[in-house]
């Protein structure tokens, strides 16, 4: 799938996302989690966050100990594509998975990633693949109701035969995230607010009525120029996969 058009580039009304998922072993994740890029000096960077990885699912948290993860938000194609060139970090991750991505709507706020949104991509965009974000600063107070409210949204996502892949991601003590990606956006959004699965909501229900984050993002995203492969799959390739049986 093409990326965002040049004109909108210009116009600035689209920040592209990059999450980039490697088995690298331990003693190396350890290192990238130490070589997170800086806005200041890494031209054409918004926003990055290199962190531990785990599985999405019910029950405790599991961690995948020798998987690391960047999540990064550019000013446009260009920018990355000169990190990829030039940076030693994605050398080190350039074995795994790596996916570029294109808000079309975000709900709450994540001040450190100003992501703006075209308005008219999340009308226009066809009932494809999406890319579901979510971000949150947890409140550690509240990392116990968070983490039992996770579980019950988790398992539910992680039996849902519409999600093609996951992954958690954290940077404690306080970063917490997942990265999602469906066949499509009906799907997505049944799993989400279908009323015959109800975890979710509960879910957000519990986090609007006493937060568990000081922050929290909820980022939807149109999938485009993966590359590599996750867990011995690409995930793209599997979506498109997915969509073409369902009709």
Not at 131 to 141: D, E, F, I, K, N
Not at 148 to 170: E, K, Q, T
Not at 178 to 207: I, K, N
Not at 218 to 239: I, K, N, S, V, W
């Amino acid at each position: 799938m093409a990326g965002p058009s040049q004109q909108d580039q210009v116009r600035g009304l689209v920040v592209i996302v990059s999450l980039h998922f490697a088995d690298i072993g331990v003693r190396n994740v350890r290192a990238v989690l130490r070589e997170r890029p800086r806005p200041g000096s890494t031209p054409g960077l918004r926003y990055a966050q290199t962190t531990l990885t785990g599985a999405i699912a019910s029950g405790p948290p599991v961690l995948h100990p020798g998987r690391a993860a960047l999540l990064a938000a550019w000013e446009d194609d260009a920018a990355l594509d000169r990190f990829l060139a030039e940076d030693p970090l994605p050398r080190r991750l350039a074995g795994g998975w790596q996916v570029r991505l294109q808000p079309l709507r975000i709900s709450g706020s994540w001040p450190a990633m100003p992501v703006e949104t075209d308005p008219g991509a999340a009308r226009d965009a066809e009932d494809g693949p999406v890319v579901v974000l979510t971000l949150g600063q947890l409140r550690l107070r509240r990392a116990l109701p968070f983490l039992r409210a996770n579980s019950r949204a988790a398992g539910r996502a992680a039996a849902d035969p519409s999600l093609i892949a996951s992954v958690a991601l954290a940077r404690p003590p306080r970063f917490v995230g997942t990265f999602s990606l469906w066949q499509s956006t009906s799907a997505m959004c049944h799993y989400a607010y279908g009323t015959d699965r109800p975890a979710h909501r509960e879910a957000v229900r519990e986090h609007a009525a006493k937060p568990f984050h000081h922050e929290a993002a909820f980022l939807r995203c149109r999938p485009y120029g993966a590359q590599g492969t996750l867990d011995g799959h690409e995930p793209m390739a599997a979506a498109a996969r997915a969509a073409e049986g369902s009709r």
